[in-house]
């Protein structure tokens, strides 16, 4: 899997759009972007993901560059629950590949 | 859909004592899952890659006789740590992975925090 470098941590106002961004400058053609968050002390929860083309579902949306080599998470409104640390991805498709996990970014969003 | 359970949430045991972790998809089939562990303000470290009926994959520097990986069907799978000790506790995360030839995000279960006293 390629590697992934985000900002440690980030601050955002509560009602603001938040802005994630990731370099994954050695992405290869197949493989994905996946973005998920890890609220504390729970377990990781699945955000988004895509290849090429933006993508929209009802939590957020992703941008990537048309390079591929980077992408941006963007939580339209964040709430104080969106506090966590986010996590940047790039793997294959398909059920049976292992995800490491880089450092992610803790966004702390304030009231 | 793709819920894992993982039980129990949180276990305390004195050292020297095992400790079984179960993982289980509740509503899909998974054919390979995955355990990491978590230490305070730290990521995730993947230990290990549970495979089933097979034997688990274990990350470099992961002890395969102390953390015991067993996936004895296509819904459940444990790990028990062995003769476990205070470096042991940790927050341990397992996840599940749907079969097919595209994967919409694993699913991971809720945690299991274990202190070892």
């Known amino acids: 899997d390629a590697k992934t470098t985000q900002p440690p941590s980030m601050d955002c106002a509560e009602g603001r759009a938040a802005n994630l961004p990731c370099n994954h400058s050695t992405i290869s053609g197949n493989e994905y972007v996946y973005w998920y968050r890890q609220i504390h002390s729970q377990g990781p929860q699945y955000i988004i993901h895509?290849?090429?083309n933006n993508e929209t579902n009802e939590m957020a949306s992703l941008i990537i560059t048309e390079d591929r080599k980077s992408s941006t998470l963007i939580l339209p409104h964040a709430t104080l629950r969106d506090t966590a640390v986010y996590y940047c991805i790039v793997r294959l498709s398909g059920g049976y590949q292992k995800v490491t996990f880089g450092t992610g970014t803790k966004l702390q969003v304030i009231p | 859909g793709a819920v894992v359970s993982q039980h129990p949430s949180w276990v305390i045991c004195k050292s020297g004592t095992s400790v079984k972790i179960e993982c289980r998809s509740l509503?899909?089939?998974?054919?390979?899952m995955f355990w990491y562990r978590q230490f305070p303000k730290q990521s995730l470290m993947l230990m290990a890659t549970?495979?089933?009926?097979?034997?688990?994959?274990?990350e470099q520097g992961v002890e395969k006789d102390k953390f015991l990986i067993n996936h004895a069907s296509l819904t459940l799978s444990t790990l028990t740590v062995t003769s476990a000790h205070p470096e042991d506790s940790s927050f341990y995360i397992c996840?599940?992975?749907?079969?097919?030839?595209?994967?919409?995000?694993?699913?991971f279960g809720s945690g299991t925090r274990l202190t070892v006293v």
């Open positions: 509503d899909f089939q998974a054919t390979t």
């Open positions: 895509g290849l090429k």
């Open positions: 549970s495979n089933e009926g097979s034997k688990a994959t274990y």
């Open positions: 996840s599940a992975g749907r079969g097919g030839p595209h994967n919409y995000g694993y699913t």
